[in-house]
């Protein structure tokens, strides 16, 4: 099936650890983008990527880093910076362009203890 | 970046129809609105968009103000399963620093009484 794959889907990990949260998609997107959502809130842009090789802060990037080494992954790591990691976290793929849909994976839930 | 303004909340009957309102007055004249969903615990999932004309597929219509400052996305009929967050987005055609940014606002939480 094509689609856009996040795993894990809940993930643990002990404070001032790294982490890093997989993003895969085999829809031939170049465009990859990376939200975070608190309870309650809507989605904060983190990164998001046009391209392969390139890819541009969002509103929060502050505490996280990504690379895009192929097209068809987008990984995000959470670093110890990142002040409050707790959260749910979202990516998305689409065609670049305005006149085009964003498809968004299922998430993963980070909690930080 | 142009942002986009909707209700907290609104409330509807199960198989009314529901009109979901969102103003962006600050739209540039090449802005795509766009309005995606979510269901609890899950991504967001596509609705619908547009740019000029009102637009009709499966899911919901959109019909745009003629100064395109404001929009609003049609359930024509609700349903439980249509009970979520729904969110108006503006989408940047290509040029410029924003280029393929996709920024979602707070949204609106549609609740659907039977």
């Known amino acids: 099936d094509g689609g856009i794959t996040q795993s894990p889907k809940y993930l643990f990990r002990k404070e001032g650890q790294n982490v890093t949260l997989s993003c895969e998609q085999n829809?031939?997107?170049?465009?990859m983008y990376w939200y975070r959502q608190d309870p309650g809130q809507g989605l904060r842009l983190i990164y998001y990527s046009q391209i392969v090789n390139d890819f541009q802060k969002g509103d929060i990037a502050e505490g996280y880093s990504v690379s895009r080494e192929k097209k068809e992954s987008f990984p995000l790591t959470v670093t110890s910076a990142q002040k409050n990691p707790t959260a749910f976290y979202l990516c998305?793929?689409?065609?670049?362009?305005?006149?085009?849909?964003?498809?968004f994976g299922q998430g993963t839930r980070l909690t930080v203890v | 970046d142009a942002k986009t303004t909707q209700p907290n909340s609104m409330e509807s009957n199960e198989e009314e129809p529901v009109h979901l309102p969102c103003n962006h007055s600050t739209i540039s004249g090449t802005d795509y609105i766009h309005w995606y969903r979510q269901l609890p615990s899950q991504g967001p999932e596509y609705v619908i968009h547009g740019l000029t004309s009102n637009v009709n597929n499966r899911m919901a219509s959109l019909a745009i103000a003629e100064d395109r400052k404001s929009s609003t996305l049609i359930l024509h009929r609700a349903t439980l399963r249509d009970a979520a967050v729904y969110y108006c987005i503006l989408r940047v055609v290509a040029g410029g620093t924003s280029y393929g940014k996709l920024t979602f606002g707070q949204g609106t939480i549609l609740t659907v009484h039977p």
């Open positions: 998305a793929s689409s065609i670049t362009g305005a006149n085009t849909e964003a498809f």
């Open positions: 829809l031939n997107h170049d465009a």
